[in-house]
C-alpha cells in the first residue's frame, strides 16, 4: 500500500468579516499564537486592507475577506492545531454571523509507474464506456458526494484528479461541508470543531486507506 508524498488542510468558513480586524498583532494579543509567530507573519508577505488581509506564520497561511476566511496549513503533524486555532479565533468572535464551514484536506499519492495510473483511471472511469465517443480518454476529474444524514446540514465531497505536484500522482480531496445559521453567530462552528472535527479527520484517513487498498 502507498503513503502520501504531502498532505494539506485547509478549513473554510464563509459568513461576513471585517477583514481589517485579522492581522497578527491581534492575534498574538488574543494568545492564539505568539509575538514571535506574529513577529514572522509581519516579515513575511503581510496584508492588511479593508477589503482583504493575508499572512503567513511558520505553519500556516490565512486569507480573510469580507465574506469568506480560509486558513491552512502544509503540514499534517498540524492538522489539530489547525482546528484549534479556528476555535480559538471564534472563541473571541462568538457574534460573527457564519453561514457555513468546511473541513479540506487535501493527499497527493505518487503511483510507481504509468501503467499503474492508467489502470487506475480505467478503474475509476472504464475507458470502454467512452468507447465511440472519443478517441483516447483520461480522467481529468472525478467527483463523488453525498448530503449529510440527520439533523446536521451539508454534504460530503470527494475529488479525485491528476496531480498537480507529481508525476504520476493522483490527488484526493476531501470537502466535508456544514451549512450553518448566521443568526446563531459562530455557535455552531465552535460546537462542531469539538464534536464533527475529530470523527470528519476519522473518515478522511479512512478514505484514503481504502483508496489506497485498491491502487
Not at 17 to 38: L, V, Y
Not at 138 to 144: D, F, N, R, S, T
Not at 164 to 181: A, M, P, R, W
Request: hydrophobic letters at 40%; a negative charge; glycine letters at 6%.
Amino acid at each position: 500500500m502507498i503513503t502520501a508524498d504531502t498532505q494539506s488542510l485547509t478549513i473554510v468558513v464563509v459568513g461576513r468579516f471585517n477583514p481589517a480586524i485579522f492581522q497578527p498583532i491581534w492575534f498574538a494579543q488574543q494568545d492564539i499564537i505568539s509575538k514571535a509567530e506574529s513577529e514572522i507573519a509581519i516579515e513575511n508577505n503581510l496584508l492588511i486592507h479593508r477589503d482583504i488581509s493575508a499572512f503567513s506564520t511558520s505553519w500556516f497561511n490565512i486569507q480573510i475577506d469580507e465574506q469568506r476566511l480560509m486558513i491552512g496549513t502544509t503540514f499534517d503533524a498540524y492538522f489539530d492545531k489547525l482546528a484549534e486555532t479556528v476555535h480559538q479565533i471564534f472563541s473571541k468572535l462568538k457574534h460573527t454571523p457564519v453561514a457555513g464551514f468546511g473541513f479540506n484536506p487535501e493527499a497527493h499519492f505518487r503511483l510507481p509507474s504509468e501503467e499503474k495510473w492508467q489502470s487506475l483511471q480505467n478503474h475509476l472511469s472504464p475507458v470502454g464506456n467512452w468507447e465511440g465517443i472519443l478517441t483516447s480518454p483520461g480522467l481529468k476529474e472525478l467527483i463523488v458526494e453525498e448530503e449529510k444524514a440527520g439533523e446536521i446540514k451539508g454534504h460530503l465531497q470527494i475529488k479525485i484528479q491528476p496531480s498537480e505536484k507529481l508525476e504520476y500522482g493522483v490527488s484526493i480531496t476531501l470537502n466535508d461541508h456544514f451549512i450553518s445559521d448566521p443568526s446563531n453567530g459562530a455557535n455552531f462552528l465552535l460546537e462542531a470543531l469539538e464534536t464533527q472535527w475529530k470523527p470528519s479527520l476519522n473518515h478522511w484517513n479512512e478514505i484514503c486507506s481504502s483508496f489506497t487498498e485498491k491502487i
